[in-house]
C-alpha cells in the first residue's frame, strides 16, 4: 500500500481548516495554529489519520465487507463515482462482481437506509423492476406511452436517489464519509446500527462520533481527490489479496485431492503385506 507523504498532503491542500468562529472545540486537538482567522491543521495528525483508516479499509476489504461511500457534496460528487467506476474496473476479475461490495451515494442521503433498511430495500426492487420493463419491448407493448412515459420519469427519480446503491442486499459493513459535517444524518444511523465509520473531518466536525476520523479540508477538491483515491485503494488493493488467497485455497484443495489417491494405494500395500504374513505364519 503506497503511503501519502507530508508533502502531498501539503500540496493538496489539506491543512486548510475552516474560519475560527465555525470551528468545533472538539477538534482543537487536530488544529497546528491559526492565521488570518483561518485554521491550520496539523498534517502529521493528518497523515496518522489517513494511515490507520487505510489499513481498516484494506482489512475490510481482504474479509470481502461491503464499504458504502458518502459523499453529497458538490465539490465531492463527480471524484467518488469516477473513482469507484475506476476500482470496479481493477476489480472485475475478482470473484465477485465489485458492484456487490462497493457502493456510493451522491444525491441526497435517505433516511433509513441503514435504520430502516428492509423498507428501503423496496424501492431498490421498484428501480429494478422498472429497468426490466423498459428494457422488455413485449412488455412495453401492453402499454401506452403515457404510462411508458410515467415509468420512465419514475426509473430516474429512483435513480437519483439509489443509483450507486441499488445492488445492496444487506446493510454495508461500513461507510467512508466526506465531510462528517454535512452527512450527519448518516453519522448518526451508523451509530445506532453499529456500522463503524471512516470519515474526513474538517475543524468545524465533531471527531469523536468518527471511529476512524482523517482530519483534513473536506472541501478542497485536491484534498478530496487525494483522500478519497488511497483509500480507495486500499480496499482495492484488500480485496485482491482475498481473491488471491482463495485461489491459494483452492490450488491447496486439489493438491490434496491427488495425494488422497497415493495414500489410498499406500493402504492397499500395507493391507497386503499383512495378509501375506498372515499365509506365513499359518504354514
Not at 461491503?66 to 463515482?81: F, G, N, P, R, Y
Not at 436517489?161 to 451508523?190: N, R, T
Request: proline share 2%; glycine share 4%; with cysteine.
Amino acid at each position: 500500500m503506497r503511503e501519502i507523504s507530508l508533502e502531498e498532503l501539503l500540496e493538496a491542500g489539506c491543512h486548510f481548516g475552516h474560519q475560527v468562529t465555525r470551528s468545533n472545540p472538539k477538534a482543537r486537538d487536530f488544529v497546528f495554529e491559526s492565521r488570518d482567522n483561518i485554521q491550520i491543521i496539523d498534517l502529521a495528525k493528518t497523515k496518522e489519520g489517513l494511515d490507520e483508516a487505510a489499513v481498516f479499509v484494506k482489512n475490510l476489504g481482504q474479509k470481502g465487507g461491503k464499504l458504502l461511500v458518502v459523499a453529497t457534496k458538490k465539490q465531492a460528487k463527480d471524484i467518488v463515482e469516477q473513482e469507484i467506476l475506476r476500482v470496479r474496473e481493477l476489480l472485475k476479475t475478482s470473484q465477485n462482481a465489485p458492484e456487490e461490495s462497493l457502493f456510493y451515494v451522491t444525491q441526497r442521503w435517505i433516511g433509513g437506509i441503514l435504520t430502516n433498511f428492509s423498507e428501503v430495500s423496496k424501492n431498490f426492487q421498484k428501480l429494478t423492476d422498472l429497468r426490466n420493463k423498459l428494457t422488455n419491448e413485449e412488455e412495453k407493448g401492453k402499454f401506452t406511452k403515457k404510462e411508458i412515459g410515467l415509468w420512465d420519469k419514475e426509473k430516474q427519480r429512483l435513480e437519483s436517489f439509489y443509483a450507486g446503491i441499488s445492488s445492496m442486499k444487506e446493510k454495508p459493513d461500513a461507510l467512508f464519509i466526506v465531510d462528517s459535517h454535512l452527512e450527519h444524518l448518516a453519522v448518526k444511523e451508523a451509530l445506532a446500527t453499529g456500522v463503524e465509520t471512516v470519515a474526513i473531518v474538517d475543524t468545524n466536525s465533531d471527531p469523536f462520533v468518527i471511529d476512524y476520523p482523517i482530519p483534513a479540508n473536506d472541501d478542497a477538491v485536491g484534498s478530496i481527490k487525494l483522500i478519497v483515491t488511497h483509500i480507495l485503494d486500499a480496499y482495492a488493493e484488500g480485496y485482491k489479496s482475498k481473491k488471491t488467497a482463495t485461489t491459494e485455497t483452492l490450488k491447496d484443495k486439489e493438491t490434496l485431492k491427488e495425494k488422497k489417491p497415493a495414500a489410498t494405494e499406500t493402504l492397499k500395500e500395507k493391507e497386503t503385506l499383512k495378509r501375506k504374513r498372515k499365509n506365513v505364519s499359518k504354514k
